[in-house]
């Protein structure tokens, strides 16, 4: 069994700043890329930034510049630091993680619940 639960996300005010987190457990033998996706009323669930291992980063565009993605591999945790936060961030973050159960098993990924991000005045 494996779970990704979050944390963090609430109101803000256009221009502030959330901290989300996201901590795997379970039965893990290795995790790969981690991430968070987020998704709005209507549309299709997008990437917003991702995360290896080894702590390459990448982000969408509409983000760049204010999301900072980070890992703490001791604690299989990923954090998405939030700042300048606009009225469009608002959706869903789901947290994302490719991992291995067992040293045999292929990757496959794994979904938190999601936690709310609202940005309004």
């Known amino acids: 069994q494996v779970q990704l639960v979050e944390s963090g996300g609430g109101l803000v005010q256009p221009g502030g700043s959330l901290r989300l987190s996201c901590a795997a457990s379970g039965s893990i033998f290795s995790i790969n890329a981690m991430g968070w996706y987020r998704q709005a009323p209507g549309r299709e669930r997008e990437l917003v930034a991702a995360?290896?291992?080894?702590?390459?980063?990448n982000f969408a565009d509409s983000v760049k510049g204010r999301l900072t993605i980070s890992r703490d591999n001791a604690k299989n945790t990923v954090y998405l630091q939030m700042d300048s936060l606009k009225p469009e961030d608002t959706a869903v973050y789901y947290c994302?993680?490719?991992?291995?159960?067992?040293?045999?098993?292929?990757?496959?990924?794994?979904w938190g619940r999601g936690t709310q991000v609202t940005v309004s005045s």
């Open positions: 995360i290896s291992t080894a702590g390459s980063t």
């Open positions: 994302n993680a490719n991992l291995r159960r067992r040293w045999f098993d292929a990757p496959f990924d794994y």
